[in-house]
Nanobody, 121 residues
Framework: VQLQASGGGLVQTGGSLRLTCAAT????????MGWYRQAPGKERELVAR???????VYAEFVKGRFSIDRDNVKKEGYLYLESLQEGDTAVYYC????????????????WGQGTQVTVSS
């Protein structure tokens, strides 16, 4: 399984972006698709996760500003970012796993290369 994240960029405070994670390879048994982010000098953290049954979980800091979705036919995952703040500046990674749903990063074997999101005032 290979994941390709795209859609990042430079936006002003309050702006929006749509991140896309395209999956290729033997992906018929993928359950969870997650988005994580890593800001400079900080550890990578969960942003949101969606299961194959569309059960979505969000980090508390999202506060209704982001939404996660997936298209199992297109084999893509999406993260919609709205009301962006400077604190959202980070590299955003998509990840995927098979088997039981989990929020634990170490249980995700498949990772994309990351896409940079920069929010400026």
């Amino acid at each position: 399984v290979q994941l390709q994240a795209s859609g990042g960029g430079l936006v002003q405070t309050g702006g929006s972006l749509r991140l896309t994670c395209a999956a290729t390879g033997a992906i018929t048994n993928i359950n969870d698709m997650g988005w994580y982010r890593q800001a400079p000098g900080k550890e990578r953290e969960l942003v949101a996760r969606i299961s194959k049954s569309d059960d979505a979980v969000y980090a508390e800091f999202v506060k209704g500003r982001f939404s996660i979705d997936r298209d199992n036919v297109k084999k893509e995952g999406y993260l919609y970012l709205e009301s962006l703040q400077e604190g959202d500046t980070a590299v955003y990674y998509c990840a995927a796993k098979t088997g039981v749903s989990s929020l634990v990063q170490s249980e995700y074997p498949y990772w994309g290369q990351g896409t940079q999101v920069t929010v400026s005032s």
